[in-house]
């Protein structure tokens, strides 16, 4: 059921018209991507912020390891990538990313958007993205083999551990807001959890970044990605707000 503060006015800002923006994918933007036209298959993309980072697939070979990106009608009829959870599976950006350059100076603020659908039946690894420093410490959102949905910011103990149960199998809109050493987290509008962390993002000694790939704690993404946004400050209540609406009309068709 999503908050009725998505719910109000008519004409919300685009994501590019948000000061800040650092990473943008668009699942529904044909450009960003290099894809067989026949299967959808995709091959590479290009995010959609000004930073343009490149993306290639890896391991695309095997038919249950391929993402493809095809039109639903769950998503408003517009195109999703769409991820079997299967090891090997993913993009790898082409270029090195310092994850800590996304966020704001403090080495902590940021806003992250993610618009998908978790369908992690086996409560096994799901991982959406990774940027490691060592082991399991860095900075990621994925659900682990406990079947949690777990979003951390370099910290062994602050982090999001929640049960992905509520979640799973359903369209919804997650927003990540971090101000200094509070962490929240929001699902279609209305706040369900905050958190205190402390750490701070640091230079990773690994800078591939990586979407939908296993990694050396977990396995490939299973679901749908609609869009992804990630802003380099805490964005204000209204900006959220805001966002959550455009988001939603666009792929839930909720006016």
């Given at each position: ?252 068709g909720i006016d």
């Open positions: 059921m999503f908050n009725s503060g998505l719910l109000r006015g008519s004409a919300w800002p685009k994501p590019n018209q948000v000061p800040d923006l650092q990473f943008w994918l668009d699942a529904d933007d044909d450009s960003m991507f290099t894809s067989n036209a026949i299967s959808g298959q995709i091959s590479a993309l290009v995010t959609k912020d000004a930073n343009a980072f490149p993306f290639a697939a890896v391991d695309s070979v095997n038919t249950f390891r391929q993402l493809v990106r095809s039109r639903k009608s769950n998503w408003n009829g517009r195109k999703v990538i769409s991820a079997q959870q299967q090891g090997g599976c993913g993009l790898v950006s082409s270029n090195n990313i310092d994850i800590a350059t996304l966020f704001a100076g403090n080495g902590t603020d940021h806003t992250f958007f993610f618009v998908g659908r978790f369908d992690d039946t086996n409560a096994a690894n799901g991982t959406l993205f990774y940027h490691y420093t060592s082991g399991a410490i860095g900075h990621y959102l994925q659900v682990n083999q406990s079947g949690n949905l777990q979003y951390i910011n370099l910290s062994v103990s602050n982090f999001f551990n929640l049960s992905n149960a509520p979640f799973r199998g359903l369209e919804n809109i997650f927003c990540f807001r971090r101000t200094a050493n509070t962490l929240q987290m929001y699902m279609n509008g209305a706040q369900i959890s905050s958190i205190t962390a402390t750490a701070t993002a640091i230079v990773s000694t690994l800078t591939t970044f990586k979407l939908f790939c296993p990694t050396t704690s977990g396995g490939g993404f299973h679901g749908d990605v609609a869009e992804m946004l990630m802003y380099a400050r805490s964005l204000s209540d209204n900006e959220r707000i805001e966002l959550e609406n455009h988001l939603a009309r666009k792929w839930l």
